[in-house]
């Protein structure tokens, strides 16, 4: 059965702190796979990763996928209060039909 | 600002009910799919709808059904509503089968 792996399921972390979010997968069929941000309700769009190495950076975020070892990291560094949020992976795969197995997010909290 | 909408935003139905969840795609695009998110849970995929039919299905019951219009406006319908079925729905929309979401703010469902 396909499954996608998010660790922790929580932080808690001070601002400034740089945090690294897991993301392991078994997925049939792999496409891509994808950050999320959600803090309210819609996630919004972090990153897609596609091939393996390759980090992805936009401002404090980045991203890397390694394909062979089947996992990815988010790492946020300099964190501010606006940070916090749930921070969810999702893998895209075209096995039946095109669409997103998600984790179970990994809630993140920082500090003032 | 997301383009894709959703109605209504929040939603109390009573056990046995049926409901009716409405998502206006962002223009342009032609393909929804729809999303069950229990609480502290990751998006579960119901199913997808390309053109007008459904081409995709999650692990969801008959009593889960949709439709997509041909303004590609589309519903998700829920017949018997039990208490599991509380959650935010959330739909996405993509302008083909294959390629990346943009997600509405989702309904959500409460079931007493």
């Known amino acids: 059965e396909d499954k996608v792996v998010q660790s922790p399921l929580s932080l808690v972390v001070h601002e400034g702190d740089t945090v690294t979010l897991n993301c392991s997968y078994e997925?049939?069929?792999?496409?891509?796979l994808l950050w999320y941000k959600q803090e309210k309700k819609a996630p919004t769009f972090l990153f897609m990763l596609t091939s393996s190495g390759i980090e992805k950076k936009s401002g404090r975020l980045s991203s890397i996928l390694d394909k062979k070892e089947l996992f990815s990291i988010l790492n946020i560094t300099a964190t501010q209060t606006g940070d916090s949020a749930v921070y969810l992976c999702?893998?895209?795969?075209?096995?039946?039909?095109?669409?997103?197995?998600f984790g179970t997010g990994t809630r993140l909290k920082v500090l003032a | 600002e997301t383009g894709v909408t959703q109605s209504p935003t929040h939603l109390i139905k009573t056990r046995g009910q049926q409901v009716t969840l409405r998502c206006s795609s962002q223009?342009?695009?032609?393909?929804v799919s729809w999303y069950q998110q229990a609480l502290g849970q990751g998006p579960q995929f119901i199913f997808q709808y390309y053109r007008e039919e459904e081409n995709g299905r999650g692990n969801f019951p008959p009593r889960f059904s949709g439709l997509q219009f041909p303004n590609y406006s589309s519903e998700l319908n829920v017949n018997a509503l039990e208490l599991d079925d509380s959650a935010l729905y959330l739909c996405a929309s993509s302008f083909a089968a294959n390629y990346g979401y943009t997600f509405g703010s989702g309904t959500r469902l409460t079931v007493v």
């Open positions: 999702a893998v895209v795969s075209t096995s039946g039909t095109y669409k997103y197995i």
């Open positions: 223009s342009g695009h032609n393909t």
């Open positions: 997925v049939t069929n792999f496409r891509s």
